[in-house]
């Protein structure tokens, strides 16, 4: 053993530089990165209403809502409860016959929402499969506390979902949350008869 | 320097053939898929579990029916199709609930919930070993969907390993009636 040799010790402290150099560019990088993306926040198109909403798996154009106490399908709602009723168009624009429609529309308004039955308008009842290529008349009802305030101006999130091949755990096909696409503001009209 | 480029060299094929075999592993949907077996309306085609033969196919704008002894007619954007098709179960007593016609767009249609209160629907009966069920499925879709179909038949909706059984149905020369009764013994 004797002393080290010269070009061994270079060759140490290079190495040593290139790993500190890359560490802390790929640190700065990533907080720069999470910095940019808090600086820009992704804002939500506005919508109006009537107007058609891609949102990956189904296109969406909501037309009206009312608060009210009749169901779509002719019955009243459970007591102590009001409707609020969506009216809208909706279209399966997949390949595949589908029902997952639950998540669609959020209302940003209400918090802790129950989820909303969905109703074909053609026969007034319960919505199942969305056939692709045929768009129904439906309405998303959201049956809520009688004494709960909705606002007039409603304000209704619509959310999207996006199509993976393979998903990242079994490579699978699948749709996943793709955000929100859409704001939509709209008018609540209260139902003749009224809310109880 | 041999060893330098030795080692460099067995990096790149490492890094090669890791690469080749992780774009040519076959995805979970396939590996878990289901046993396809294949054939066409009027022949009985067979898997281990089930058989399948199809018998009528008929489209329409309306269908007709009695529920709980009041009639229902329900109308569609697009056409029924009702499919009469006589089921065989071999080992177990099994329902038969996925039925999909793939239409002309390779766009996949699920038998209509709308129309699951129809009399003689098969998806509501059960097969039992060794005696035969018949009955009908129901489907809606677009009518230019309907121009090629094939039927695709499992237990339940996405079989995984198990039998799904593809039936191409006999290209459609009839026009849509107007109007089709469904009957308490199908059409």
């Known amino acids: 053993m004797g002393q080290p040799d010269r070009g061994e010790t270079r060759k140490g402290w290079r190495a040593r530089l290139v790993a500190v150099v890359g560490a802390v ?8 990165y999470s910095a940019y993306q808090q600086q ?3 804002k939500v198109p506005q919508v109006e209403a009537g107007a058609p909403v891609e949102t990956g798996r189904w296109r969406v154009s909501v037309l009206r809502g009312s608060a009210g106490s009749v169901l779509p399908s002719g019955l009243n709602v459970s007591p102590g409860k009001k409707a609020l009723t969506l009216e809208m168009t909706l279209e399966n624009v997949s390949s595949e016959s589908s029902n997952l429609y639950g998540d669609l529309i959020v209302l940003a308004d209400v918090p802790d929402a129950p989820r909303p039955t969905y109703y074909l308008l053609r026969d007034n009842e319960i919505l199942w499969d969305l056939q692709p290529r045929m768009p129904e008349a439906v309405a998303a ?4 506390p009688a004494e709960m305030d909705v606002p007039k101006d409603l304000r ?3 959310e999207g979902v996006r199509f993976k091949p393979r998903d990242n755990l079994y490579a699978a096909p699948g749709w996943f949350p793709a955000g929100q696409v859409a704001e939509i503001n709209l008018p609540v009209e209260v139902q003749i008869g009224g809310v109880p | 320097m ?12 490492a890094a090669l053939t890791l690469s080749f075999l992780q774009t040519t592993t076959p995805p979970y949907a396939m590996i878990t898929g289901p046993l396809k077996t294949s054939g066409q309306q009027g022949e009985a085609v067979t898997s281990t579990t089930f058989s399948v033969q199809v018998g009528d196919v008929a489209r329409a704008r309306t269908i007709g029916y009695n529920r709980f002894g009041e009639a229902v007619a329900l109308e569609s954007s697009g056409v029924w199709v009702v499919v009469s098709a006589e089921l065989r179960g071999f080992k177990e007593t099994m329902p038969v609930h996925g039925a999909t016609i793939v239409g002309a767009s390779g766009r996949r249609y699920r038998q209509s919930d709308r129309a699951s209160g129809a009399p003689d629907v098969l998806s ?5 070993p060794g005696l035969p069920t018949t ?10 969907e309907t121009g090629t179909m094939t039927l695709v038949v499992s237990e339940q909706y996405e079989p995984q390993l198990q039998d799904e059984i593809s039936l191409t149905l006999e290209p459609q020369d009839e026009a849509v009636r107007e109007r089709l009764d469904i009957g308490p013994d199908g059409i």
């Open chain 1, 25 to 32: 560019s790929a640190a700065l990088i990533s907080l720069g």
């Open chain 1, 40 to 42: 820009v926040p992704t």
């Open chain 1, 141 to 144: 009802v959201w049956e809520l």
């Open chain 1, 156 to 158: 209704i999130i619509v």
């Open chain 2, 2 to 13: 041999k060893t330098r480029f030795v080692t460099i060299a067995g990096v790149i094929v």
């Open chain 2, 124 to 128: 509501t009966k059960v097969l039992q």
């Open chain 2, 135 to 144: 009955g009908i499925f129901i489907f809606e879709m677009p009518e230019d």
